[in-house]
């Protein structure tokens, strides 16, 4: 098994560093600039062709060598089009450190500087690069928190790790070892209930979901801060999804490493919350299992009883991730007063109503609702709201049980999901996001593989949402 690597962290150049300028234009300053600052640049640039572009470098020489380099912002339409657009520009630098120049609004200045630590994630785990890579390094702009745009970064980093890394080395035991390393680092306290100790402590969906696979099921629990509002974290942590006897095809399974990806979006939260220090009290509760067959799993029309004594008819194995939630949101709303915030790799029919870059969420509260929407903006992290339509409540009551786990008919497979998993809820102040947790293609600052959605809209959105 490969050796994991110590953690690259991404970092801002000091402050107090010689840093090279990095000019950033739109194709409607380059004229005025061209007669300016950059008047010994025109013939250069002219020659080269740069129309400000988004993302479009030319290095700039000067008498000693590297005099610094401009980079196209692009039309407002392509900078509304593409987020971290700047970070195109960072493998197009020569390893240094750099400032960014011109008279850039406070939030773009922040857009580029988060950008720019994204685009420094390497996920080399299993390849490791023949020789150290050397990238550009950004001063964080003046006006902004560097602070916080580093908790974001390193946070994103985690989730990316944990959902790129296969299940044969990210199993439930493997994840916890991560949540307790977690809750290590900032003085967390952990409880991890494990194997048939989950029958006995009242946790029997959880059980029933994992408990054909040979390594053990398993509820992670960690508490953090003793003052302020209580906040709780639930995150779906599926390390490997098969379907269970309702088998998914070959196809099907070629992503399921990546269903553990509410649990490594709740602890990429946990860790931004914690180093940052907010008054909250946090807990997080990972429910952490692998989907498998052999002689005991759980079959097709099976009746489980859930932590809260509701039945549940099992009408698809495939359908497991709501029935371990369920049994966590329980424990949740246990403790009174909380805000709870479930995070996870839910449906397929989440993607298909808004693709894999919207991160759809659930929330009868207007308040809490309005605080993601505004949250998203200032995280550059999109989301759109979903319905927890009522007149679909219905569909997810079998006759034979309180509740189905997978409703017949195709129709609105996200919106039940989300029901079902309100029905194990007793508070108003219930948030869910259905994440897809996966970048298909390389973007800017967002590699193909594993990312975390939803995570900086409610760090962002936290102040509003629990009136810090």
């Known amino acids: ?10 970092a801002f150049a000091r402050a107090d560093a010689a840093s090279l300028p990095l000019h950033a234009l739109t194709p409607a300053q380059i004229a005025d600039w061209l007669a300016g600052p950059g008047a010994e640049w025109a013939g250069w640039l002219a020659a080269s062709g740069f129309e400000a572009g988004l993302g479009e470098v030319r290095l700039l020489p000067g008498d000693s060598g590297l005099a610094g380099a401009v980079v196209g912002l692009g039309p407002d339409s392509a900078r509304q089009r593409v987020r971290f657009g700047l970070a195109k520009a960072v493998a197009a630098l020569p390893a240094g450190d750099w400032h960014l120049a011109g008279d850039l609004p406070e939030k773009e200045r922040r857009e580029a500087a988060l950008g720019w630590l994204l685009a420094g994630y390497r996920f080399d785990r299993y390849r490791p690069a023949k020789e150290p890579t050397r990238l550009p390094r950004l001063k964080c702009p003046e006006g902004v928190d560097a602070e916080t745009l580093l908790a974001m970064a390193e946070a994103e980093f985690l989730t990316r790790d944990l959902i790129n890394t296969p299940a044969n080395d990210m199993g439930p035991a493997e994840l916890q070892a ?19 100790d989950l029958l006995a402590r009242n946790f029997p969906m959880i059980h029933a979901v994992g408990r054909a696979s040979a390594r053990a099921p398993r509820l992670l629990d960690m508490r953090w801060g003793n003052t302020g509002p209580q906040l709780t974290l639930v995150g779906k942590g599926v390390c490997f999804d098969s379907g269970g006897l309702d088998i ?6 070629l992503l399921m490493k990546k269903d553990m990806g509410g649990a490594a979006t709740v602890m990429g939260l946990a860790l931004m919350i914690m180093r940052l220090g907010l008054p909250v009290r946090l807990r997080v509760l990972v429910p952490a299992v692998e989907n498998s067959i052999s002689g005991p799993a759980m079959r097709p029309r099976d009746i489980l009883t859930s932590r809260k004594g509701l039945t549940v008819e099992v009408n698809n194995t495939d359908a497991e991730g ?3 939630l369920a049994d966590a949101l329980t424990l949740a709303c246990e403790e009174p007063e909380a805000l709870v915030i479930s995070m996870a790799t ?44 009522a007149p679909y409540e219905p569909m997810i009551e079998p006759g034979i049980a309180d509740l189905d ?17 309100r ?4 508070t108003p102040r219930y948030v869910h996001f259905d994440i897809y947790g996966h970048n298909p293609a390389d973007a800017p600052g967002r590699p193909k593989g594993g ?6 809209a409610l760090l962002h959105a936290l102040p509003q949402m629990l009136d810090l």
């Open 405 to 421: 786990n997978a409703p017949s008919g195709g129709f609105a497979g996200s919106v039940t999901a989300a029901l079902f998993l």
């Open 1 to 10: 098994m490969p050796t994991a690597p110590a953690p690259v962290l991404p």
């Open 423 to 426: 029905r194990f809820v007793s």
């Open 322 to 324: 709501r029935l371990i």
């Open 248 to 253: 998914k095809p070959s196809a099907g399974m």
């Open 178 to 196: 991560a949540f307790e390393a977690l809750a290590a680092r900032f003085g967390a306290r952990t409880e991890a209930i494990v194997g048939d």
């Open 346 to 389: 839910l449906t397929g029919a989440a993607r298909v109503a808004v693709g894999p870059d919207l991160a759809p969420f659930y929330a009868d509260d207007e308040g809490l609702a309005a605080a993601i929407e505004q949250g998203a903006r200032d995280g550059f992290d999109p989301v759109w709201r979903m319905p927890f339509w």
């Open 451 to 456: 990312v975390g959605q939803g995570a900086r």
